[in-house]
């Protein structure tokens, strides 16, 4: 069965410094590994997804994820936040071919001026 | 661009009622998905769909029961509300069945049961 950490349940930070949200995942089996952003009043949308080939994936609004096979980690990152990047995070497994994804129990970016 | 959308942004409902939650989808996709997302527990699965009429439980399908009857329609029903259903709950989507996609979600439902 397949399952995800997010490490950190709140993470601060003032405007322009780099930010890092933790992601681990447990499974058998090879996964395919998303991070959704979900905006205040709103539904979920994707941020990025490693599916294969390069570790390192880019996704949009500057933000980017690294794939660590051998830590089982998929953290995200970004080098200079924004006061709009202020929402909730969530990482996401999914495996085989059931279509469903496993989702983390959500990070929440504050973003301060 | 993918739309889901849910019927209410807001419901308020009274404990025993029945109580009706639809969710559209307009780009003929397969799969679709309820969930509800609570405060620290991110977003447990509730029931999901692979094609009309078709249905599989999900992590906490107790107290909650789907339909559906079209291929872009699917209805999350509260048999008899209860206070601990009081959530957010969100729909969403995929084109088929393969892990590597990416799910459309919409924006949500958030119920109040008095």
């Known amino acids: 069965a397949q399952s995800v950490t997010q490490l950190d349940s709140q993470v601060p930070v003032f405007e322009e410094a780099p930010v890092e949200l933790r992601c681990n995942y447990s499974s058998s089996v090879s996964v395919y590994l998303f991070w959704y952003v979900q905006y205040p009043n709103q539904g979920l949308q994707l941020l990025l997804k490693?599916?294969?080939?390069?570790?390192l994936v880019k996704g949009i609004n500057g933000f980017e994820a690294e794939f660590n096979k051998s830590q089982t980690s998929f953290h995200l990152r970004k080098p200079s936040v924004h006061i709009s990047d202020t929402a909730e995070y969530f990482c996401?497994?999914?495996?085989?071919?059931?279509?469903?994804?496993?989702f983390g129990d959500g990070t929440t970016l504050t973003v301060k001026p | 661009d993918v739309k889901v959308t849910q019927s209410s942004r807001y419901l308020v409902k009274r404990t025993g009622e029945k109580v009706f939650l639809e969710c559209v989808q307009d780009m003929d996709h397969e799969n679709m998905f309820w969930y509800r997302q609570d405060p620290g527990l991110g977003l447990r699965l509730i029931y999901f769909s692979y094609d009309v009429k078709m249905k599989e439980k999900g992590d906490i399908p107790e107290g909650y029961s789907v339909s559906r009857e079209k291929k872009e329609r699917f209805s999350l029903i509260l048999e008899s509300a209860s206070t601990n259903q009081t959530s957010m709950y969100l729909c969403?989507?995929?084109?088929?069945?393969?892990?590597?996609?990416?799910?459309?979600f919409g924006p949500g439902t958030r119920l109040t049961v008095l």
């Open positions: 490693y599916l294969s080939g390069s570790t």
């Open positions: 969403a989507s995929t084109p088929s069945g393969i892990s590597a996609d990416t799910q459309y």
């Open positions: 996401a497994v999914s495996e085989g071919n059931a279509g469903k994804s496993t």
